[in-house]
């Protein structure tokens, strides 16, 4: 008998062990060992474990068909909630050959994806799909769907890397859709998908909302969609938004998008397509998408291409560069070259404070751009352009422009205050070529604040302002409520913002250069510490600034003197500005 009882436990023991997914609920069964997550959704959907689930991922799955999780009340199932995570300390990955998704949530409510082991931002697990299908078909990663009855609402994706076969064997690593690749049948609200990974698709993030009742709330931000690896680009496009409002998509670095050669499609950073309205789409890096089919097509950075008229769109802070198609010299429309911006339809759309550098050759002629709006916007008054930096350092032959309109002048309700700079023979285009500020601003018109100088960046692919050489465009902007942050998160000035995606603060000499009106003393320099600085009148306030114009520091004062900690940054070379009662000096310091 004992023998016997031993091995029973020796049994289930061994069976716990090699289990490759652990599960707890709060009601029905509370625990259940499976070795694929199909095995443990199967068994949800069935009814066996019920309430708050959790399911840990304690090593490695290969599901053998696509682990689906119906929803709630679905069939036997009665769940509340279900969380999908990494047992802690464990990476772990899921992958399957299914031809349609290694997980789809089929109406499913309630579900998070917590890819970190830890409870911080790591990202410990990875769903990957390694079927590889013919280019335009499944299958996808990770399908989020309605159904014919009901919609996938409250789905949370965080901190997991997604991988597909190869660029054209999977055409999405994230899909939010309705039961076909689609419109969705039901809204599927509360989609959030925050700092993941996505290599190695069609399409990094492709969601599309009910045409009819958009869908809501949806959170894209902080992913890193693509990648500088040959093996791991994307396709066509990093992240597409349809049919959806009241949406955010931020803080993303999409980059890596290239199509091949024989491609006639539109490479595409980020799409914001159909029904639209009220979303922001602010911080985001875009850089490298490309389109080298030689016949001529195109590629765009951000396309905005909402059907409604009235979008409510707030575009700000993005950074774009290194957006290049092949070029053709006819035709300055969206298939034909590469653009930084393409406005394609609609209106409503605020764009302020984003940095647009075209710096990398079109291999044929054309008529590339920062920003392109097309013909087909004709909505009076369907633009608002303000405190943005457009720049085109391209050298190939041909047009080149920085703002390019197929469109009437009367789309913009307000465009000024920003800065247009081409190494080209042209600056702008609407009508016919505008070769000077003086044209821009007569064919456009408004522009009466804006400017046309050669911006001085901190390098080739960081586009702060530098803190000096850009002392023209210093305070250039002008204030708009809808922002009041830059790029860093650092305060926008309320009076005269800077142009572009961050702040800045210009320096032409250290002090020791400028006999100032105002006697300052400070010491030490290099500093450890605290660097301490006295004046023979009110010191207001100290600033430390990075040498690309961030602002780390600011300390109010209000005395003759003052002692800022530089233990706060890390070392380097800063620039010290204190501003006193009658004037602001600038001090260069070496931090140990």
């Known amino acids: 008998m004992r023998k016997t009882l031993f091995c029973l436990l020796t049994t289930v023991a061994a069976a716990h062990f090699s289990a490759q997914i652990s599960l707890t609920a709060s009601a029905g069964t509370t625990i259940g060992t499976y070795t694929t997550l199909k095995a443990a959704f199967d068994a949800i959907n069935g009814g066996v474990h019920q309430g708050a689930v959790t399911i840990n991922v304690t090593a490695n799955t290969t599901e053998s068909a696509s682990a689906v999780l119906n929803a709630s009340a679905a069939g036997n199932s009665n769940y509340t909630s279900v969380l999908i995570k990494p047992a802690t300390g464990v990476n772990a990955t899921i992958t399957s050959a299914d031809p349609v998704a290694t997980i789809k949530f089929n109406g499913a409510d309630n579900v998070t994806i917590e890819g970190s082991n830890n409870g911080t931002t790591t990202r410990n697990l990875t769903i990957s799909s390694s079927y590889v299908a ?54 599927n609200n509360n989609f959030s998908a925050i700092n993941n990974t996505f290599v190695r698709a069609q399409n990094g993030i492709f969601a599309v909302g009910n045409a009819t009742n958009t869908d809501t709330g949806w959170i894209i931000r902080n992913n890193v969609v693509g990648s500088t690896v040959a093996a791991d680009k994307l396709l066509f496009r990093g992240i597409a938004v349809q049919n959806a409002k009241n949406f955010e998509v931020s803080g993303n670095t999409v980059t890596g998008v290239a199509l091949p050669a024989s491609s006639t499609n539109t490479s595409q950073g980020i799409l914001l397509g159909a029904a639209v309205t009220n979303g922001t789409v602010f911080k985001n890096r875009i850089s490298d998408i490309k389109q080298p089919n030689t016949a001529g097509y195109g590629a765009v950075g951000l396309y905005i291409n909402s059907n409604v008229a009235a979008s409510n769109l707030l575009i700000y802070n993005n ?15 969206l298939a034909d070259n590469g653009n930084g911006i393409v406005i394609g ?68 309700s307000n465009i000024n205050y920003n800065d247009y700079f081409s190494a080209g023979t042209n600056l702008a285009f609407i009508g016919s070529a505008r070769a000077t500020l003086a044209d821009l601003q007569a064919g456009f018109g408004g522009n009466v604040n804006s400017v046309n100088i050669s911006p001085v960046f901190a390098s080739a692919t960081d586009f702060h302002l530098a803190a000096s050489g850009n002392a023209a465009l210093d305070n250039k902007g002008t204030f708009v409520a809808d922002v009041t942050v830059d790029a860093d998160g650092n305060t926008r000035n309320a009076t005269t913002p800077d142009l ?29 510490d605290f660097i301490n600085i006295s004046s023979d009148a009110r010191i207001r306030n100290v600033e430390v600034y990075g040498m690309a114009g961030q602002l780390m520091i600011s300390e109010n004062v209000n005395t003759e003197k003052a002692s800022v900690d530089m233990r706060k940054v890390p070392a380097g070379v800063y620039i010290v500005k204190v501003n006193g009662e009658r004037e602001s000096q600038s001090l260069k310091v070496i931090k140990k």
């Open 134 to 187: 013919a280019t335009g078909t499944t299958p996808v990663v990770l399908w989020v769907a309605s159904t014919t009855t009901d919609g996938a609402e409250n789905i949370t994706v965080r901190n997991t890397n997604f991988a597909g076969s190869t660029a054209s064997g999977t055409i999405g690593t994230i899909i939010v859709s309705g039961s076909t690749l689609g419109a969705a049948e039901f809204p």
């Open 345 to 412: 339809n609609g209106g409503g759309f605020k764009l302020y404070y984003n940095t647009v550098v075209m710096d990398t050759n079109q291999t044929n002629a054309g008529r590339p751009s920062a920003l392109n709006v097309l013909s087909t916007v004709t909505a009076a008054g369907a633009i608002d352009l303000r405190n943005n930096i457009f720049v085109n350092k391209q050298t190939q032959t041909g047009d080149r422009y920085t703002i390019y309109s197929g469109a009437a002048n009367t789309v913009f």
């Open 319 to 333: 950074i774009i560069n290194d957006i290049a198609g092949t070029g053709y010299a006819l035709g300055g429309g």
């Open 500 to 528: 572009g995606s961050y702040e800045f603060t210009n320096v032409v000499l250290a002090v020791q250069d400028v006999k100032a009106k105002t006697q300052l003393n400070y010491y030490p320099n290099p500093v450890v």
